[in-house]
């Protein structure tokens, strides 16, 4: 009977913890390379391989252009292998360009111009934002977004907000000059906001009142261990009814939020940067696999518009984190695009394999501290 039901919890724990996150990662690998690919065929380089996943091949076909389309055993990432490529991170086979006839040069990824390359490169981290905003635009359009009017219920003794001058019953209009739809609209803005004045806008029994407060710096762990440090104004949401709703919207304005959406998880991200590197915020946040693993599967028990939203995050994660300046990226290679520019001809050959490895040590490294927090997690 017990090993029945260790089977049976290892069976709900594939359902709603794996498969849900092979699903949201899939997709999001699957559009950015595709973005890569997409590219580069109309630019005139041969495709050699487009893998979803790294390792051992699974499954695969070769399409009428030669192009290998294969699923791999390690699904954590996959890549696009251009001829002239020497291996899946895009370096250079020198030895294999240097030899190449004149018709085979029009195919190579290596010897098409810098302009082409470069945009090559940059469709990768501009299909996943691409695919954020359409993932966003569609949930508010069919699932809709819970909205609950931003109206004050009560107010902490000795907070920010009394400090503030709030009162039960203000409406809020606006704070920082965003205008705000719901409550939750209000949190985002202060609780990336510890320490810095906000002027709120709200609407006191038909009349505006402009009030000025600086949320105060709430810390806590979350359930994975990570330490968040977040602003609070000290008031509470208004339950009447009819103050929440679920709203969809059009396809215009549900592009735009989409839009909205995509540039506020920027936003927050290079704050949350900025925060590390300031020592304001702590880098235990930092998660990996596990981490999204365990995430995906929450949000499928929640609703499958909430694993969207988690797609559409993940994917403009994605995005940023490979227009980061580290070789092996697709920053780094944007990176080294701007050196020929400037130099008028490549780095050379032994620089390039240089940088090349020291991109691989700090990504290796960086996937070690990320899943060395995940770990930390489960076990703290």
């Known amino acids: 009977m017990n090993l029945f039901a260790t089977l049976g919890g290892w069976g709900q ?9 092979l699903f949201v990662l899939t997709i999001v690998v699957f559009f950015h390379e595709l973005g890569h690919f997409w590219v580069a065929r109309r630019n005139g380089v041969r495709v050699e391989v487009f893998s979803i996943g790294f390792g051992r091949e699974l499954a695969g076909f070769n399409d009428r252009h030669g192009t290998r389309w294969k699923l791999s055993a390690i699904p954590l990432g996959g890549y696009v292998k251009f001829y002239g490529d020497a291996d899946a991170a895009s370096t250079p086979d020198f030895a294999g360009t240097a030899s190449m006839s004149e018709e085979q040069r029009r195919e190579s990824f290596f010897h098409k111009t810098l302009g082409q390359r470069a945009a090559i490169v940059a469709a990768g981290p501009i299909a996943n934002f691409i695919l954020a905003i359409v993932i966003f635009a569609g949930v508010f359009m069919v699932f809709g977004k819970a909205i609950t009017a ?15 001058g709030f009162q039960p019953g203000d409406l809020v209009l606006s704070v920082g000059g965003r205008s705000i739809e719901s409550f939750s609209d209000m949190q985002r803005i202060v609780a990336a906001s510890a320490g810095d004045t906000l002027t709120i806008v709200v609407d006191r029994g038909g009349s505006r009142t402009e009030l000025s407060a600086v949320p105060t710096i709430h810390e806590f762990k979350d359930r994975f261990g990570g330490t968040h440090r977040i602003g609070r104004l000290g008031i509470s949401r208004s339950n009447q009814p009819g103050d929440t709703q679920i709203r969809r919207y059009d396809p215009f304005t549900a592009t735009v939020m989409g839009v909205q959406e995509t540039w506020f998880v920027i936003e927050r991200t290079f704050a949350y940067l900025g925060g590390i590197v300031m020592g304001t915020q702590s880098a235990d946040q930092l998660g990996g696999p596990i981490r999204i693993a365990q995430v995906s599967g929450e949000a499928a028990q929640v609703s499958f518009g909430a694993l969207l939203m988690l797609a559409g995050l993940i994917s403009v994660s994605i995005g940023l984190l490979n227009l980061f300046p580290i070789p092996m990226l697709d920053g780094g290679h944007l990176v080294f695009y701007a050196i020929e520019a400037v130099r008028g001809r490549p780095m050379s050959e032994r620089s390039q394999e240089m940088a090349f490895r020291f991109g691989l040590a700090l990504v290796l490294m960086l996937m070690i501290f990320a899943t060395w927090n995940d770990i930390r997690g489960l076990v703290g």
């Open 150 to 164: 931003p109206r004050v219920d009560t107010v902490v003794a000795d907070s920010a907000a009394a400090r503030a």
């Open 13 to 21: 724990t594939f359902v709603w913890t794996v498969i849900p996150f």
